[in-house]
């Protein structure tokens, strides 16, 4: 074959089959054929531009990723939140909040914070001129008793009609989890047992939606001290195996 022949596509069929461990940049030159590699810088950034590739990002070498694969800010939100909501109510220190994010997501801790700050997941401390702690707005509000709707908040609302079997998508799931996030003073994770219940539908066609939505990072699937809830919460959750606590709560992406 001769070299202008050539189809950069090889590059991104190569960076797929790589996944999130992506490509060093050297690794991709090695693919391009020699008569071209003199180009490579200009192949590699018209694959940015055209939104096939994504990079680089530099970790000692500098990587490239296809876009499901590639590192983003959203990722390492879900680290600091996670972090957070497994710290409760003791508050955590910049630094300490740091060590969480590794990696290539290193480079969207900052941009990651200040988003969570600005939509109010998070809550950030001043102790002194320049220390800095953190803590979920979660253990907050249960500590003022503003997610007990039994007391403080408005009366539940009716179960939906249920759904057909195998009907249940995240679009018809959307208003009922903005509904409950809107119940409980906006904050992100919803109970899935609270969905389940507005709902109308088996917790397996629940449980297979939300995992299969959560592969494809539309949804963060998050644990909780079991102490918190009352067993038919738990049992609602869904228990992956090898970890001692189900997942209780659901938190949805963004729409684009």
């Given at each position: 074959?001769?070299?202008?022949?050539?189809?950069?596509?090889?590059?991104?069929?190569?960076?797929?089959?790589?996944?999130?461990?992506?490509?060093?940049?050297?690794?991709?030159?090695?693919?391009?054929?020699?008569?071209?590699?003199?180009?490579?810088?200009s192949i590699l950034r018209d694959l940015r531009l055209a939104g096939v590739v994504r990079?680089?990002?530099?970790?000692?070498?500098?990587?490239?990723?296809?876009?499901?694969?590639?590192?983003?800010?959203?990722?390492?939100?879900?680290?600091?939140?996670?972090?957070?909501?497994?710290?409760?109510?003791?508050?955590?220190?910049?630094?300490?909040?740091?060590?969480?994010?590794?990696?290539?997501?290193?480079?969207?801790?900052d941009d990651a914070l200040a988003s969570l700050k600005a939509e109010a997941r998070i809550?950030?401390?001043?102790?002194?001129?320049?220390?800095?702690?953190?803590?979920?707005?979660?253990?907050?509000?249960?500590?003022?008793?503003?997610?007990?709707?039994?007391?403080t908040g408005p009366s539940p609302a009716r179960p939906m009609r249920p759904f057909p079997?195998?009907?249940?998508?995240?679009?018809?799931?959307?208003?009922?989890?903005?509904?409950?996030?809107?119940?409980?003073?906006?904050?992100?994770?919803?109970?899935?047992?609270?969905?389940?219940?507005?709902?109308?539908?088996?917790?397996?066609?629940?449980?297979?939606?939300?995992?299969?939505?959560?592969?494809?990072?539309?949804?963060?699937?998050?644990?909780?001290?079991?102490?918190?809830?009352?067993?038919?919460?738990?049992?609602?959750?869904?228990?992956?195996?090898?970890?001692?606590?189900?997942?209780?709560?659901?938190?949805?992406?963004?729409?684009?």
């Open positions: 074959m001769m070299f202008e022949e050539w189809d950069s596509s090889i590059l991104v069929r190569y960076l797929t089959a790589a996944g999130p461990k992506g490509r060093t940049r050297s690794a991709l030159e090695k693919k391009i054929p020699k008569q071209l590699q003199n180009r490579s810088a990079g680089p990002f530099k970790n000692r070498s500098e990587y490239y990723f296809v876009p499901q694969f590639a590192p983003t800010r959203e990722h390492a939100e879900v680290l600091i939140e996670n972090a957070l909501r497994d710290a409760g109510a003791k508050v955590t220190t910049r630094s300490t909040l740091k060590t969480k994010v590794t990696g290539f997501l290193k480079i969207f801790f809550v950030e401390l001043k102790g002194g001129r320049n220390t800095h702690f953190y803590v979920h707005r979660e253990p907050l509000l249960e500590q003022l008793r503003l997610t007990d709707h039994s007391e079997a195998g009907a249940v998508t995240l679009e018809n799931i959307r208003p009922i989890y903005e509904q409950l996030k809107t119940e409980q003073g906006g904050i992100s994770a919803v109970k899935i047992y609270d969905i389940m219940k507005r709902l109308g539908t088996t917790k397996e066609d629940l449980h297979q939606l939300l995992i299969a939505e959560a592969k494809s990072n539309r949804v963060s699937l998050h644990r909780a001290s079991t102490a918190k809830f009352p067993p038919e919460v738990i049992a609602a959750g869904i228990q992956v195996e090898g970890q001692p606590e189900p997942l209780l709560t659901v938190v949805f992406r963004e729409e684009p």
